[in-house]
């Protein structure tokens, strides 16, 4: 089992090198089986979220070639089934990592697919979902909640259907700009991705292409608030800033200064934090996979501030971590308040998924001595090099086995 050893204290300075968008990613990899031809996907963060993602594309049949560390060539032409997915769905299932995804509605996604004329049962006693068609036809789809993963979903399904789909009320996510600028390469017409209403004019085929994934916003979001946190100066490099507003704006909220440059943004927080308020939302609204990380960055912010999680129930579990690193938070349903304090203190701390871990780094960071991080999995499914990044930015992380 690994484990991250952090020492605290220290500001953090110099530059760090964002990667590739995990969430943008994970639906693009699964999105080339569209293709009739090879496709090459560069800018891919090297986290293992994505590797599990090429090997089910392996298991299918598709061939899988890795250029470099951040550059892969796909060719789907050569995938001849659909039980292997299965199957490894299934040992993924058993997983923790899946448990929690598995616990999260998927109604509309099933309402999208509905719309287009797809049956769905549910089979394996309840385990897993059937979902058939004999043939996609274009459909209407108003989605109740917005959900980034709902209209992933369905845009995958429209873009070969027969006629056209519209969903009302997407998701506006840069991911999901990024998947439909990518199909669009691929011959697809999608019109409208970044805004809240999507149309989908289905195409007979889709082509090979080659497409450099957008940089990752809530790696970036997390290295800002690391350097805020412990008060440091650096600049984030390889992101698109207009990405990262409504971090920028919380960020400067709190006192720290923000420059945005083309492609980089630099933070100076060396006057120190000031307290803030924040809420989650649906972009453009301040991310919910940025909530733990900002909760780390007020723990050690000059007031009391409260955080509003309005996206996912249930993500404030995490807390009884920071209070261990000796964060004052208290938390009611969907509010936690936050009662900045001076310094936090070394503990051993465990990352209960990944943005969890994130906070954690923060906070042990912001930490007088040393604390170690379990379950540090979770973190390296989302994070490209975390430690050699971190350390480039003069933090004393180290990865042990235990
Ligand atoms: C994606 C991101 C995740 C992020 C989330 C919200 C990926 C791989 N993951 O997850 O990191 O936290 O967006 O920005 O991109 N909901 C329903 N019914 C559904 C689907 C969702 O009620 O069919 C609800 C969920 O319970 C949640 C809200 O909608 O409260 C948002 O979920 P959604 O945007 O779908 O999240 P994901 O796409 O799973």
Known sequence: MDKFVVCGGKPLAGEVTICGAKNAAVAIIPATILADGPCRLENIPDISDVKAMFEILQKLGASVEKVDDNTYIVDPTTINSCEAVFDLARNMRASYYLLGALLRPIDQHLKGFASMGADHR????????????????????????????????????????????????????????????FLNTMGANIKGAGTDVIKIQGVESLHGTTYSIIPDQIEAGTYMA???????????????????????????????????????????????????NIKTMPHP??????????????????????????????????????????????????????????????????????????????????ADGESTISSIKYIERGYDRVVEKFKGLGADIEKVSV
């Open 122 to 181: 549910l089979i394996d006693s309840g385990d897993a979902i059937e979902v058939k068609a004999d043939r996609l036809i274009g459909g209407y789809v108003y989605m109740d909640v917005v959900s980034v993963g709902a209209t992933m979903n369905v845009m995958l399904a429209a873009v070969k259907a027969d006629g056209t789909t519209i969903i009302e009320n997407a998701a506006r996510e840069p991911h999901i700009v990024d998947l439909a600028n």
């Open 226 to 276: 690391a350097v805020a946190a412990t008060k440091g100066r650096a600049v984030i490099k390889n992101v698109t800033p207009k990405h990262l507003e409504s971090i920028t704006a919380k960020l400067r909220e709190m006192g720290v200064m923000v420059c945005e440059g083309d492609d980089s943004v630099s933070v100076d927080a060396t006057a120190g934090i000031k307290r803030c």
């Open 285 to 366: 609204g301040f991310p919910t996979d940025m909530q733990p990380q900002a909760v780390a960055l007020l723990s050690v912010a000059e007031g009391t501030s409260i955080v509003n999680e309005a996206v996912w129930e249930s993500r404030f579990q995490y807390v009884d971590q920071l209070i261990k690193l000796g964060a004052q938070i208290s938390v009611n349903g969907r509010i936690a308040i936050i009662d900045g304090v001076k310094s936090l203190t070394a503990a051993d701390v465990e990352a209960t998924d990944l943005r969890a871990g994130a906070a954690m780094i923060i906070a042990a960071l912001c």
